[in-house]
């Protein structure tokens, strides 16, 4: 049974850092395309930034500027990489694994004026 455990979120200030991290059980994650969504209060799922298993990154053009996908696949984990947040950085985030279609439970993260 694949599991996705989302990691990293918290309580952080405007204009800090954040770098969460997605470790992928029961699957390899190589081989496969580990993607990063954001649900933000009372609004939709959004993509945010796929990488390939040949690590290719694509990202959301909104945010490209301020975020990074990586991934490890020696520890089975992808993360993203967030500077200079903002409370419209303020949601749920969740770790995707593109080809089975499988989510993680979210990590949340808030962002304090």
């Known amino acids: 049974q694949v599991q996705l455990v989302e990691s990293g979120g918290g309580l952080v200030q405007v204009g800090s850092s954040l770098k969460l991290s997605c470790a992928v059980s029961g699957s390899a994650a190589s081989g496969v395309s580990l993607a990063w969504y954001r649900q933000a209060p009372e609004k939709t799922r959004e993509w945010l930034a796929t990488i390939s298993a040949a690590r290719l990154p694509r990202y959301v053009q909104s945010v490209k500027s301020r975020i990074t996908i990586s991934r490890d696949d020696a520890k089975n984990t992808v993360y993203l990489q967030i500077n200079n947040l903002s409370p419209d950085d303020t949601g749920t985030y969740y770790c995707?694994?593109?080809?089975?279609?499988?989510w993680g439970q979210g990590t949340q993260v808030t962002v304090s004026s």
């Open positions: 995707r694994r593109v080809q089975t279609g499988n």
